[in-house]
């Protein structure tokens, strides 16, 4: 039987229960708030308080947040390959090629005996070879007489006799200098000309890269107007290396291209233009009388340096047909012989520069974009021995 507890003890049991209630509550909220505080304390802080360099404000316009512009890309340019080491990796090549005349000069001091059959297959070899009835009649003679006593028992000396007498056909006296100092201050103005179908601009484009290689400042002008693709062509050629392009729209004028190329290079300052021309067909009078007009107008602005006759070394005797008609029309000032690697008939350097007078300046030996290197006679007769 339970007993009625007294209203006062009632009242003592309460509080004492509600004081336990309020203690224990304030110890928890003591200790929360001691352990956030030790927390925050020990975590490292996100922001520094003494930052080493102000921050950079947000550019702002009104309310509305300005986004910087992202910063231009610099284009990637090749690095050309300097002239002096093409010329030994071109002589190289030219000694590993199935060069006809090559074959012919190193089988002449590989043979047995020297007899009136093996000059005869010699003679006739180096005429295949284009090298030209004069130039061969007198490269026998002389390897006749220097030859006849010790014949080729001493290979070091019918080398050396050989060599000697190659370096001379080839005329190392003849100034091969590229012409890229223009008068009065204007710019040197090489203008390209050749047939269809010899690469012209491809050479064009090799050309710049070589004289980009050389510190020169360099503008292309894409005067063959009639194919749609060459003027994207040499455009490409000349991003690779940061030149630019002087270009028309398909089928305009080529001379007028032409004179805007030179115009713009003049305006600029730039050290050398180069002019790239359609190819075409030597027997063709309307097309060179076109090309007539484009020197002509060109030289209105600047006096025109360099007249360059691209000839592809594959196609002999042909090519010096177009040699001459060209050199009638353009006065040609030096040639560039392309395709020398292969089966080649090398010949046709010695002959082109004996009919014409011109020198050979460039040769191609190869579809690389450096294969193109100015042309020596001692380089040239090296590359043919094998040495």
């Known amino acids: 039987m339970l007993t009625t507890l007294d209203p006062t003890l009632l009242w003592i049991i309460i509080g004492a229960v509600v004081a336990l209630v309020a203690i224990v509550t304030t110890v928890v909220v003591v200790r929360t708030r001691r352990a956030r505080e030790l927390e925050s304390r020990d975590r490292p802080s996100i922001e520094p308080t003494e930052p080493t360099t102000a921050p950079t404000p947000e550019p702002v316009e ?29 002589r190289r090549r030219l000694a590993g090629s199935n060069n006809v005349l090559a074959q012919a000069l190193l089988g002449l001091i590989s043979t047995d005996k020297l007899d009136a ?24 003679d002389t390897l006749r007489k220097e030859l006849a006593i010790d014949g080729v028992n001493d290979p070091e000396r019918a080398r050396t006799v050989l060599r000697s007498e190659l370096v001379k056909l080839a005329d190392p006296t003849v100034d091969r200098t590229l012409n890229t100092t223009g008068a009065d201050g204007l710019p040197a103005v090489i203008l390209v000309v050749g047939v269809n179908g010899t690469g012209k601009t491809t050479t064009v484009g090799k050309l710049a890269r070589l004289l980009v290689a050389e510190g020169k400042t360099v503008l292309l002008g894409a005067a063959d107007t009639f194919r749609a693709a060459a003027s994207e062509q040499l455009q490409t050629w000349g991003d690779r290396v940061g030149v630019e392009t002087v270009r028309g729209p398909e089928g305009a004028d080529p ?10 290079g003049a305006d600029r300052g ?19 009388d076109e090309l007539g ?11 025109i340096t360099e007249c360059l006759l691209l000839l592809d ?28 690697d292969g089966s080649a008939k090398g010949g046709i350097v010695v002959q082109v520069q004996r009919e014409l007078g011109v020198p050979v300046k460039f040769i191609g030996l190869g579809e690389g974009a450096d294969d193109l290197a100015p042309f020596t006679a001692e380089g040239f007769v090296d590359g043919l021995l094998g040495e």
């Open 293 to 303: 007009k484009i020197r002509r107008v060109i030289e209105k602005r600047a006096p």
């Open 270 to 288: 730039i050290d050398v233009v180069l002019v790239d021309t359609a190819g075409r067909l030597h027997n063709k009078s309307n097309l060179m």
């Open 313 to 340: 070394a594959t196609t002999g005797q042909n090519g010096l047909i177009q040699a001459r008609v060209f050199n009638e029309v353009t006065d040609v000032t030096g040639i560039v012989l392309s395709k020398l």
């Open 62 to 90: 009104g309310d509305v947040l300005v986004e910087e512009p992202p910063a231009p890309t610099v284009p990637t340019t090749d690095r050309p390959e300097a002239a002096g080491t093409r010329l030994s990796r071109l």
């Open 255 to 264: 001379a007028s291209v032409a004179f805007d190329a030179v115009n713009t």
């Open 117 to 140: 059959d093996t000059w005869d297959d010699f003679e006739a070899t180096l005429i295949g070879s284009d090298l030209g009835v004069g130039p061969t009649t007198e490269l026998v």
